[in-house]
């Protein structure tokens, strides 16, 4: 896939499109990390209902990846740092495992970088699965490194580590 991509705002329309990609992700890219019981949990209708309704309460924090010719294959949702408002967090990032590798999750994540230092954000954080190395080998490439943060949700019970990046030393510019 070398079509143009679009980073833009995700709009209620998306909804379907990025609901299929966190729903690809979540099935194929966590099928190791995940138990059948926690992949269980989502569905297409469920999975559509989710990113309806985050859509409609935080639409400005969310970017997709829109390629032509095959649509919205990325999203990143961001905003303050639920635990530490002076920060940025990126709440989630995903790419559809048929066009992971080819960039779009790099250029999601400069553009939600971006949009939270324009927010007045020197630092941003995020969670990601301490047992996902393909994630965890994705977000060290783009300057992210783990804190002492760690963490198990309840919901998914598998352990997670906090990354943080210093926006005011990045190249959010991209």
């Known amino acids: 896939m070398t079509a143009p991509v679009r980073v833009r705002r995700a709009v ?15 099935h194929r890219s966590y099928a190791d990390l995940l138990s059948p019981q926690v992949q269980a949990r989502y569905d297409e209708a469920s999975a559509v209902a989710l990113w309806r309704r985050v859509l409609a309460a935080a639409p400005d924090g969310v970017l997709v990846a829109d390629v032509t010719g095959h649509g919205v294959r990325g999203i990143v949702r961001f905003g303050a740092d639920p635990d530490d408002t002076r920060h940025g967090h990126v709440f989630s990032l995903y790419v559809h495992p048929d066009a992971q590798g080819l960039g779009l999750g790099g250029k999601l994540l400069h553009a939600a970088s971006r ?58 510019r991209k």
Not at 12 to 26: E, H, K, S, Y
Not at 139 to 158: N, S
């Open 12 to 26: 209620a329309a998306d909804a379907d499109a990025v609901g299929a990609v966190f729903l690809a992700c979540w």
């Open 115 to 172: 949009e939270l230092r324009v927010a007045g954000h020197g630092m941003a954080t995020l969670w990601v699965f301490a047992r996902n190395d393909a994630a965890r080998r994705f977000y060290a490439a783009q300057g992210w490194t783990p804190d002492t943060g760690t963490r198990v949700e309840e919901a998914y019970g598998e352990p997670e580590v906090r990354l943080r990046r210093n926006l005011a030393e990045a190249d959010v």
